[in-house]
């Protein structure tokens, strides 16, 4: 081609790929989907349209009938089976074949006037195309109540979309500050239509232990409450450090619990409990003393930071550890459970002659080795019935549990080394994933936060894969997610703040292809979605520029 025809071709099609981005901006669909092609015209929804399914596809069609239902204010009829309308008709239609390209996640959807078309080869791949359906109509649909006025389209489009990762999730530290079961269901809620598919449940802490366990009731008798919270920052000096005097607390029933499992399995999101060993359990250890290394008495803690209690590695600590699990794998049904094994100081066990007497009867080198053990026993446990580890980067440390896969926080570095040894991988490096940093840098505008600063196109700038692995070791790279740390983060609003619109940055990296990922687009598009955000009272924060 000469370099003329070249220019021309490239002054022909530049407008027409300029008004494409346009439209696409306009429709704000995040996150980003696989494929979009705009057409002209537009489906309009009304209280006759009818929701078509094929047989299997009932409880999608019931779902997304239920969803539109109080803003437009139309009670829609869901028929199944039998011939579809002719027009004025969304149809889900599951597909098989479309498995092959689009896995069990995608999607096609194809809105032209008078007929929308979702197919997918799985229920989780109509569940996305019915999200992506609210998202092509009027912000206005997020509301609660009908919303007058306003005309319900849909431009017409199509789309093919499937998810990048397989793990594409969201954490909450629920034990730094306890978050009430609705706001839960809110967080999964707003989890699915961001097309999340995973709930990281950061159930207990040293601050707190949030699950009832029947056989052990101190857990949450004792273990759920705190005296006090510290005011402001810790001190290196802890006489420094101020409190507020007020009693802080809460936990979940397994009732609740199950009830919240439910909600997410609704919604294609996996809850994933996490039950924080050896460390970060001062919580249990104040509960029931003998699971700690001296024995003694010790209250649930009221500093934030790394506290010197560990558990002891005695044989009854692991059965209790092993029962406390049992528990939480008849409310959980995902397949992978965490079992935290962050920065658990060893200090305790390097001065006890009994820990260390321990350590010479296993036969192990030193704590790190002490700690692999630990965590080698629940990995056997949760093998043994079906279930898959997963803990943070430390579970490195003295070795690596078989079956363990590994949340890369520090960094990428855990990741990359689990990858290379042929273990799976969550990537949550804090340097992109953790909400609980500032989104300014100016930190006096901002309410108090962990540090760091962490600006929307940071997170959207992340890469879950990195460089250093070749094709096969990249597979093992499940996906990312965020986290919510919440020492900070006392009220469900303020969590809400922290995460949006971060989250929907993330959303993106985990599903839109990478070569598909646009900053400026990512920008123009979010300006759409703020407007669901506020439909849905979402308080996120408004001034997205740093
Ligand atoms: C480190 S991240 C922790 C948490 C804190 C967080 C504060 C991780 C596995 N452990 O216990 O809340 O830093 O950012």
Known sequence: MTASLALALLLLLAPAALAAQAAEASLGVIPRPRALMTRPGAFTLGPRTVVWTDAASAA??????????????????????????????????????????????GYRLSVRPGRVVARAAGEAGLFYAAQTMRQLLPPAVFRDAPVPGVAWTMPAVEIEDAPRFAWRGAHLDVARHFMPKAFVKRYIDLLALHKL???????????????????????????????????GKPH???????????RHGGFYTQDDAREIVAYAAARHVAVVPEIEMP????????????????????????????????????????????DVLTEVLAIFPSRFVHVGGDEAAKDLWKTSPRVQARIRELGLKDEHELQSWFIRRMDAFLTQRGRRLVGWDEILEGGLAPGATVM?????QGGIAAARAGHDVVMAPGRWTYFDQYQSTDQTREPPAFGGFLPVDTVYAFEPVPRELD????????GAQWQL??????????????????????????????????????????????????ALDVGYRRDTMP
């Open 408 to 412: 890369s926080w520090r960094g990428t």
């Open 60 to 105: 999608k069609g019931r779902q997304l009938a239920r969803a539109l239902e109080p803003a437009t204010g139309y009670a829609l009829a869901v028929r199944t089976g039998g011939a579809p309308p002719a027009t004025d008709v969304i149809e889900l239609r599951r597909d098989p074949a479309l498995a092959a390209s689009l896995g069990p996640e």
């Open 236 to 246: 290196t000096d802890t006489t420094n450090n101020t409190y507020d005097g007020t």
């Open 471 to 478: 094709a096969a070791q990249a597979r093992r790279v499940l």
């Open 197 to 231: 598919n995973v709930f990281h449940w950061h159930l207990t802490d040293d601050q707190g232990w949030r699950l009832a366990i029947r056989k052990y009731p101190r857990l949450t008798e004792v273990g759920a409450w705190r005296a006090a919270t510290l005011v």
């Open 279 to 322: 460390g970060h359990a001062r919580a249990a250890i104040a509960a029931y003393p003998e699971l700690g290394v001296t024995g003694e008495a010790i209250p649930v803690w009221t500093n934030w930071g790394v506290t010197p209690h560990i558990l002891n590695a005695d044989e009854r600590t692991v059965a209790f550890m092993q």
């Open 485 to 534: 740390w919440t020492e900070y983060v006392p009220t469900t609003r303020h969590a809400e703040y922290m995460v949006f619109p971060r989250a929907a940055a993330l959303a993106e990296v985990v599903w839109t292809p990478a070569a598909r990922k646009d900053l400026a687009g990512f920008r123009a598009r979010l300006a759409r979605h703020l407007a669901r955000l506020d």
